[in-house]
């Protein structure tokens, strides 16, 4: 039998398979999946350089390798991502957190600064609810809605708030955006599908393959979750309330558009993420 291969070999092996699949950060990617295979922190894999890897994990390791080869994301390999330094459980039925929407936890955050502020949230879209538990764990006095069409993503998400130890501050519920809703808000948010029906097969195939249709697309001209999440803000919104709705690349003018056309008020230019993307617009009720 020859004998195993350190963990540092083990590593440059299977970044050289990512590299040889045309994988972006093969190197990085290496690293995660043989601290996954591990059962290992990624910052030990160098204090663990020279140890052999047990065959039962470099088999696992050589697996996730292959799978990510293919395409699949780290993180569905993983089945977790972190976000807001939070650490949220994937499903087939929800998104992949990614960084790009932390823009939106930010612009809700300023709009709502008071840190103790007994606040109502209403998270339309829901998925992991990766932002319902960012925004509960920023205001601590606050109580949060998700909602998510998808029964399978309404249970990630409520496992999600628990894990993260809010579920003492949050319900989960199944339901079509805010049809099914009476209440009112002091801040609502959402992540809605934005993709365009003809854009759908032009999407990396870590997204196409991996991500459920149902929270990427939106109809022909990517527009169709807005008008019906826009149509119900201003019976979900509190007086001087406000919405926060990430978009999709060039849609700024359209969403504000439909904000208007409801009867609310647009708070200046949305916010941009670190690539300089309109990402966050702010809507607020008279």
Sequence with gaps: MPAALSVAALRRELAATLVEAGIADADRDARLLLAEALRCAP????????????????????????????????????????????????????????????????????????????LRILDLGTGTGAILAALLAERPRAFGLGVDRSEGAARTARDNLVRNGLGGRAQV?????????????????SNPPYIT?????????????Y??????????????????????????????????LELGAGQEAAVAGLARNAGLLIDGPARRDLAGTPRALVARRA
């Design 43 to 118: 910052g030990d894999l160098l204090l663990r350089a020279d140890a052999p890897v047990p065959e039962a994990e470099a088999r696992a390791a050589r697996a996730f390798a292959a799978r990510r080869a293919a395409g699949e994301p780290v993180a569905r390999i993983r089945g977790r991502r972190e976000f807001w330094s939070l650490d949220f459980l994937l499903s087939p039925d929800t998104l992949v957190p990614r960084p790009d929407t932390e823009t939106l936890v930010e612009a809700a955050l300023a709009a709502c600064p008071e840190r103790d502020a007994p």
């Design 173 to 189: 519920m199944v339901g079509d955006w805010g049809a099914a809703l009476a209440g009112r808000f002091d801040l609502v948010v």
């Design 197 to 209: 029906s003809a854009e759908m097969t032009e999407l990396p195939v870590e997204v196409r393959r």
């Design 211 to 244: 991500d459920p249709r149902l929270a990427l697309e939106a109809g022909a001209d990517g527009l169709d979750a807005y008008r019906a999440i826009t149509a119900g803000l201003p019976r979900l919104l509190a007086p001087g309330a406000v919405a926060v």
